[in-house]
């Protein structure tokens, strides 16, 4: 079974950008479905983007044109690249795999129906 381990998380200030990672083990990354969700104190988690496992990318609204999910199928290793971060972007980010036939549109609203995430990592955006 596929697990997560992410990395890359730290404090920036308003306009910076940082870069996550998601490195895998125990599956090949190809045929699995790979999202990034987050989670904000005190608020439900909430998908961020999703890669799905026939290539098609869902990202949030109120990430579009500012983040970049990307993948190294050779490397098992899934990235995030943020741009232009908002306070708003603060939170706990999670990794996440989905071995189903999912579209990543659906799978972007139901972090319930993922079975395999990571540990998270932190991302704090001061103004």
């Known amino acids: 079974q596929v697990q997560p381990v992410e990395s890359g998380g730290g404090s920036v200030q308003a306009g910076g950008s940082l870069r996550l990672s998601c490195t895998t083990s125990?599956?090949?990354?190809?045929?699995?479905?790979l999202a990034w969700f987050r989670q904000a104190p005190g608020k439900e988690r909430e998908g961020v983007a999703v890669?799905?496992?026939?290539?098609?990318?869902t990202y949030a609204d109120s990430v579009k044109g500012r983040f970049t999910i990307s993948k190294d199928n050779a490397k098992n290793t899934l990235y995030l690249q943020m741009n232009n971060l908002s306070p708003e972007d603060t939170a706990m980010y999670y990794c996440?795999?989905?071995?189903?036939?999912?579209?990543?549109?659906?799978?972007?609203?139901?972090?319930?129906?993922?079975?395999?995430w990571g540990q998270g990592t932190q991302v704090t955006v001061s103004s």
């Open positions: 996440a795999a989905d071995k189903e036939a999912r579209a990543s549109w659906w799978l972007l609203v139901r972090p319930a129906q993922i079975g395999v």
């Open positions: 125990g599956g090949d990354i190809s045929t699995f479905s």
């Open positions: 890669f799905d496992n026939v290539g098609t990318i």
